[in-house]
């Protein structure tokens, strides 16, 4: 027979692009305010075509909402020069191959760019700015998602077929010109993976059927999984609904991204609106109805609206997918 659900257990952490984390007790100092300059700014490009999006001044404007006393100059600078170095050793003859090889070595055998070693258990850098454009270009270190939009923003400025790849916890590039496709993996100095090896480190198919993860995403696409991951930088910081301010457009832009509509439920979740953290538990599970761990939250915000019938079938349907779900079958007995 089943009995009550509990109400004592906690959140099944969901890894993200970047990361999930759990908080709770937290006293939220923040409070939501009118929207800054920079702000109103930002959600205006949100809106913008990905034809009409600039890569570039759009990274920066989200560098100064985190540090306001950037000197947005010298991130131009830098980034022209990116440019100015990859342009005048393009060749109209280049193939692909070359071109890639020119990119690999601009970017970081000329320039020096690499992955950070200071990164915490689980990849993340510990070095906040370095999850940003300016500590990246600052310090030459980034990690998989910042470095991936090095090079998105080479190839935005020179016309250049370089599309974002999301996949579980990680963002590579890759080269398509309809005839040749190359990936490029940006944490290991642009060394070029076959499709298998992202399958089989990963665990999810490259084919038409995987939502979201494996496609080639345009700039603005591509743009929305970056913003998924400084939502949580925010949330890290225990801003809440700076993190929303950045997550909310996340999972318009991307919708079908399941991460991103599970972050944005979480931190619902911790500033007390249990009804819009169900909307995007739900929204995650039209994106991927198999989401053991979504319906796993799902049922554990129906518990702290005491809606426990809700909450049962929900746990049911986490073993139903996957029986060996040890967590929903100790809160059914």
Known sequence: MIKNVSLNFSRLIIFTLLFKTICTGY?????????????????????????????????????????????????????SQLVVLVKNKLKPENTALETVNL?????????????????????????????????????KLGYCMNLSLLYLMIGDQLGLPLYGVALPNHFFVRYDSGNDRINIETTELGTSYPDSFYENRFGVQFDSKTPFFTHSLNKKK????????????????????????????????????????????????????????????????????????????????YTELSKTDLAIESLLQVIQIEPSFNQARRQLV
């Open 103 to 139: 990119l690999r070595q601009v970017i970081h055998q000329e320039k020096g760019y690499r992955y950070t070693e200071q990164v915490d258990e689980r990849g993340i850098p510990k070095n906040d700015d370095e999850l940003f454009l300016h500590g990246m270009l600052k310090s």
């Open 27 to 79: 006293v939220f100092a923040e409070a939501s305010s009118p929207l800054k300059p920079v702000e109103s700014k930002l959600t205006s490009i949100f809106e913008h075509s990905a034809e009409t999006i600039n890569l570039t001044e759009t990274l920066i404007l989200i560098s100064k909402d985190w540090n306001p006393t950037l000197d947005e100059k010298l991130l131009r600078k830098e980034i």
């Open 222 to 301: 591509s743009l929305g999984a970056y913003l998924s991951n400084v939502g949580m930088v925010y949330h890290k910081n225990v801003r809440p609904h700076k993190s929303i301010f950045y997550l909310k457009p996340s999972t318009k832009i991307n919708p079908l991204s399941i991460e991103a509509h599970n972050n944005l439920a979480n931190i619902y979740g911790e500033i007390k609106q249990p009804e819009l953290a169900i909307s995007q538990y739900k929204k995650a599970l039209e994106a991927n109805p198999n989401s053991t761990p979504t319906f796993f939250n799902l049922a554990q915000t």
